[in-house]
């Protein structure tokens, strides 16, 4: 990595001591991929931690309620949603983050070939929407059988786990479900050794056909209820500038790699696809020219927060989430 003078180090690290540009006051998790770019500025913030392995990593930061419990966790929001409701968590969900980039592929197989019963399947986070929305799909709509409890398929605990699969040996499994920028990186990462990616499903498209076009909801920001109480301001500071970056990695994604870049640059052990899960470039790929292949999604876009949750909830034969899960 490019080293960076002493000088500048030291006028970075004297900004951020002063809070500038960083939610230093909040305690941030949040997994590394798409949801990370709504906090593309946020590198060099100690408070905002990152991680690989969120199926890991969420569910017992969910259930610290004490002095050290994050006061705002980014998370699949419908098993976030789940979570909170059936363990009575002190958190809710106030804001969509990202929509569904879900995609079933296979470098063994091609969508026009006939399913094979005795294929095997490895998608990530087993009771995330990704995994949800493909066996519901796969049992109902693509007459590939019942998943739910099968050992044809293997669950990682991340998409990250996927792609290192993938890459490392194609041939471990018939089917991959991945998401981006990993279908991206993994497509690019094969064909530098000539094998070809394909794609076997869209699974947006496949559900908006199947469920009266409904949308696949995919990452949510959780607030601490205790944080909201005793931090509002800065909790309502902290949703309104998610959505400007939000607004910013949408329609002028320049900006936001060229934040990246800055961070690519700094002389330090961890670095951007370490922190945030991808790579500057890969990030001006997908969002160059309205693209938008993050399906980042604004207020705008997201509408209410509790009709999406429960309008994917009720898709799948559940309740729906009580109103106390949500900001109010």
Known sequence: MKKTPFLFLLTLSTLISCGSNNE??????????IPSLSFFDQGEN???????????????????????????????????????????????????????????????????????AESTINGFVKNGVASLTFLKLAKENWNWGDYSNSNKITFSSSVAEVKNT??????SFDYYVVAEPVLTAAKSALKEKNIELNVIYD????????????????????????????KKE???????????????AINNPNEVVKKL??????????????R??????????????????????????AGDIKKVANSFRVSLGMEAFPDSAFLN
Not at 64 to 77: K, L, T
């Open 24 to 33: 230093v006051a909040l305690n941030i998790l949040c997994p590394t991929g």
């Open 166 to 171: 993938l890459v490392a040996n194609h041939t």
């Open 46 to 116: 100690e408070n905002f931690v990152t991680t690989s392995n969120p199926g890991e990593v969420m569910p017992s930061a969910f259930a610290n309620s004490g002095q050290n419990s994050y006061d705002a966790i980014v998370f699949d929001g419908i098993s976030g949603l789940t979570n909170i409701t059936k363990n009575n968590r002190n958190y809710v969900l106030a804001k969509w983050i990202s929509g569904g980039t879900f995609y079933v592929v296979s470098t063994k197989h091609k969508k026009e070939e006939t399913f094979d």
């Open 261 to 274: 870049n800055e961070y690519e640059d700094l002389d330090q052990n961890n670095d951007c696809q370490y």
């Open 276 to 301: 945030f899960g991808f790579t500057p470039n890969l990030v001006k790929a997908l969002q160059a020219n309205g693209q938008n292949k993050f399906n980042l999604v604004n207020n705008e876009k």
């Open 203 to 230: 699974i947006q498209e496949e559900w908006a056909s199947h469920y009266n076009n409904g949308i696949v909801p995919a990452a949510g920001l959780f607030i601490n209820k205790s944080s909201y109480e005793n």
């Open 234 to 248: 800065k909790i309502d500071e902290l949703l309104n500038k998610v959505e400007e970056r939000i607004n910013q």
